[in-house]
């Protein structure tokens, strides 16, 4: 890789708000940087569940990491998954795409890599539950909810197109219940015309959390709001339930009263809890630091690991003063530690803590209403909408994506159109199926392949199960 011999060397690990926020800091610094990441993009992570209900492409959402880095000279990217640490050695151990290893020196880390899906403790769930972390969950996300449809249209069994048209989303937080309401306004406005023998507007959508109101984290207030928008919409609330069993064809949840009812549904989508990469684990075992419970490595007020000041930890993969997972967290993280190094590569010291500017949180809802929450403004309704517009807006990486996310949200609020929704009989799970004749009438049916149960899950982690903010 080429790199002035006399700069220092500052590799970033991931390419998510956090990273992308470094490395632009970084621009003017006497350093030479490489970014590694094992996605060529930059996800805009907050909008993935209107990528996944065919409003925006990915395009609108995601940006080439070369694109946004190709003025900032001092800056390489390189695909490539971070494996290792030898922290004593300063060196990053990464593997290239077809499996090669390799290594990159440094004398600064900025960690940037983010989490993933939590299952807690049942990761098998993710064949049939996906979570949306990522464009290729997203894209799953969309071929389950439209090929559900298609399932439900061609059944001749009521009972099986019942459960093709039940949805079943795992986690209350922003994410849940802006899916939640997405589903429903797909099935209520943009298919409901399309079908014959179906009715999408018959469509459920059940939204299970082990809380007691959705979008907890926002207020009673607004947590009351998003409720009565929900309802309204028709999504079913189950709030003080939590799912104990998970397979194709449902799931089986103990409400507060320790009751279990089975629930058949046709798509399971999980919305609910996070955990850090293995990643982690790597680094806490090579630097001895400290991970919280869900495995993300407990950083200082500078976001250096203890004994390690060159090793920075940004964004979701860090564990300070219970900051949530946010991108303006990730984004103020990034910059602070891009300041910090090119202060300090320029001989200047750097002694100021990390502190977080709460901007505020927004939860789009349905069209025409969403919910805000800014230090002591808390409003929602159409008010919330417009100020969610404008965030998110603002947030849109170029004005090329703010411009065709403006277009597409006029086509899928003003004219109830999804135009991104294309997918074939090959994108549908049916590997998750076994296919066996009926000797009855020599029909096929789907058997399921697995079933998953959680109620060995120590009791800890069964409470522990929340949404990801």
Request: glycine content about 10%.
């Amino acid at each position: 890789m080429a790199q002035a011999s006399s700069s220092r060397r500052v590799v970033i690990v991931g390419g998510g708000f956090a990273g992308l926020f470094a490395a632009r800091a970084l621009r003017n610094a006497p350093v030479q940087v490489t970014l590694l990441d094992r996605a060529e993009h930059h996800l805009f992570q907050p909008l993935l569940y209107q990528y996944a209900t065919g409003i925006l492409s990915d395009g609108k959402i995601a940006d080439p990491l070369r694109e946004l880095l190709k003025r900032h000279r001092n800056v390489e990217f390189v695909l490539a998954e971070v494996t290792g640490l030898d922290a004593a050695a300063k060196r990053v151990q990464a593997r290239r795409p077809l499996g090669e290893q390799i290594e990159f020196g440094y004398d600064y880390l900025i960690l940037a890599a983010g989490v993933q899906q939590s299952y807690f403790g049942h990761d098998e769930y993710a064949d049939f539950a996906p979570g949306m972390k990522s464009i290729e969950d997203a894209r799953r996300i969309r071929r389950r909810v439209y090929g559900a449809f298609e399932m439900a249209e061609s059944a001749d069994d009521p009972a099986e197109r019942s459960r093709w048209l039940t949805f079943v989303l795992v986690g209350a937080g922003p994410t849940g219940v802006e899916l939640a309401g997405q589903l429903r306004e797909l099935a209520t406005k943009t298919l409901s015309r399309e079908y014959r023998h179906i009715q999408p507007k018959d469509a459920r959508v059940l939204l299970f959390d082990g809380g007691k109101a959705p979008l907890a984290a926002f207020g009673p207030k607004l947590s009351a709001l998003a409720a009565r928008d929900l309802k309204r919409l028709g999504v079913e609330l189950y709030m003080g339930c939590l799912v104990t069993e998970a397979d194709l064809h449902g799931v089986q949840v103990k409400d507060h009263a320790g009751n279990l009812t089975r629930y058949e549904a046709g798509t399971i989508l999980w919305t609910a809890g996070v955990q850090a990469p293995p990643l982690a684990a790597a680094v806490a075992q090579a630097t001895g630091c400290q991970q919280d419970r869900a495995g993300r490595l407990i950083c200082g007020k500078d976001l250096s690991l203890p004994g390690h000041p060159d090793i920075l930890v940004t964004g979701d993969l860090m564990s300070l003063d219970k900051l949530p997972g946010v991108a303006e967290v990730a984004m103020q993280t990034g910059m602070y530690a891009g300041r910090r190094i090119t202060h300090e590569s320029q001989g200047q010291t750097y002694d100021k803590p990390f502190k977080y500017h709460d901007l505020g949180s927004a939860a789009y809802i349905s069209r025409g209403r969403a919910v805000i929450s800014a230090g002591k403004l808390n409003f929602g309704g159409f008010p919330g909408w417009c100020g969610w517009l404008f965030i998110h807006i603002g947030f849109l990486t170029g004005w090329r994506n703010r411009a065709g996310a403006l277009l597409s949200w006029w086509t899928a609020f003003v004219r109830d159109l999804r135009r991104e929704r294309a997918f074939t009989m090959d994108d549908l799970p049916v590997k998750l199926y076994e296919r066996e004749v009926e000797p009855a009438d020599g029909g096929l049916r789907a058997v399921p392949r697995q079933t998953a149960s959680a109620t060995d899950q120590p009791e800890a982690a069964r409470q522990a199960r929340r949404p990801a903010p």
